[in-house]
């Protein structure tokens, strides 16, 4: 069966969650949105592109970092309107220069940071 971009299920902004994953080790390492074309450029050229909401442009991870994001593989969940992108990452993934977003860990009513940057 061929895939088509517009199988998914899209928010009312035409956008979709997706989940990057490092394939290797699993480490979720960020959320980001996309819009049907950003999801047929990431299968088409093995580089994840995601939809910036502010700048309302597209995004291809690490065009300007060169901390980049090649795809390894792309999953669909049963509802089919979130996306987990299993990845091989160069570099950190987070925009605060860590390896991983999800750097700050709420527990008994505070929080911590728990990822210093690379």
């Not at 088409?44 to 300007?64: I, L, M, Q």
């Not at 390896?99 to 940071?113: M, N």
Request: proline letters at 3%; aromatic letters at 8%.
């Amino acid at each position: 069966m061929r895939f088509d971009p517009a199988s998914l299920t899209y928010n009312d902004a035409g956008l979709i969650p997706a989940i990057a994953q490092d394939a290797a080790s699993g480490e979720v390492l960020m959320m980001a949105w996309m819009n049907a074309a950003a999801v047929a450029q990431t299968l088409d050229t093995g580089r994840v592109t995601y939809w910036s909401r502010s700048r309302k442009a597209f995004w291809v991870k690490g065009e300007t970092s060169g901390h980049t994001q090649k795809l390894v593989e792309f999953r669909v969940d049963c509802d089919r309107d979130c996306l987990l992108l299993k990845i091989e990452q160069t570099g950190p993934a987070c925009h605060t220069n860590r390896r991983s977003c999800f750097y700050t860990l709420v527990e008994d009513g505070a929080e911590a940071v728990t990822l210093a940057p690379m």
